[in-house]
């Protein structure tokens, strides 16, 4: 493989005309619509980045939903069964797969409406959400941004994968996080999402991305 640094702004270009030219091609074969995950640690940035993507890819003539994973989290009574800080909990059942793939990624996949709901859980109030339906038309990118969203079947179009090494994740996650580590550890070990991500990106210092690219080692 080949690391490549690149600066934040430039990792947004570069990932825009990828996308943007991953959603034409998804227009022209039938899929109608791209569904991109953003995975990563919290501390690695994906929402951030995420966001980051939305007006760039406007710009281009690509209608875009950013969902967000934490708007999907299953009800406290379920994430909480095992307590508020049980690391295997967090990797096995808080976001609420059924429903991001339900309420969002099957409508925008090949065939589906483009009727999609941006939120599904208040994960602060325990209640359901409440957002209204918005639709994306043929030709549009929903960008699902968050934690630990590969390798469990969820079906994406394209799949970017912030990668922060171990020693830089446990640098950079709050203290009041730091139960969720052990979760991290295990997903980079049981689902290794570095090999096989379209995209990989070096996020150990967010001020200094890098992407990780096929050919000679670094």
Partial sequence: MRIRPISPDLLVTELTGRLAAAATDA?????????VAVDGAPAAGPDELAAALVEPLRARGRPVLHVRATDFLRPASLRFELGRTNPDAYYEGWVDEAGLR?????PA????????????????????????YVDLPPGGVVLVSGALLLGGGL????????????A???????????WTLPAFDRYAEEVV????????????????????EPGADA
Avoid: M, N, Y
Wanted: hydrophobic residues 40%.
């Fill in 27 to 35: 227009a022209t074969t039938g899929r109608a619509r791209l569904r």
């Fill in 102 to 106: 339900r309420e969002v990624l099957d």
């Fill in 109 to 132: 996949g090949p065939g589906g409406s483009g009727r999609l709901l941006p939120s599904l859980w208040d994960a602060v109030a325990d209640r359901a959400s409440r957002a209204r």
């Fill in 155 to 166: 079906p994406f179009d394209v799949t970017v994968h912030l990668e922060v090494s171990a």
């Fill in 168 to 178: 830089a994740l446990r640098r950079r996650t709050e203290a009041a996080q730091e």
């Fill in 193 to 212: 999402p570095a090999s096989f991500a379209d995209v990989v990106v070096r996020a150990d210092d967010p001020r200094h991305p890098a992407l990780v």
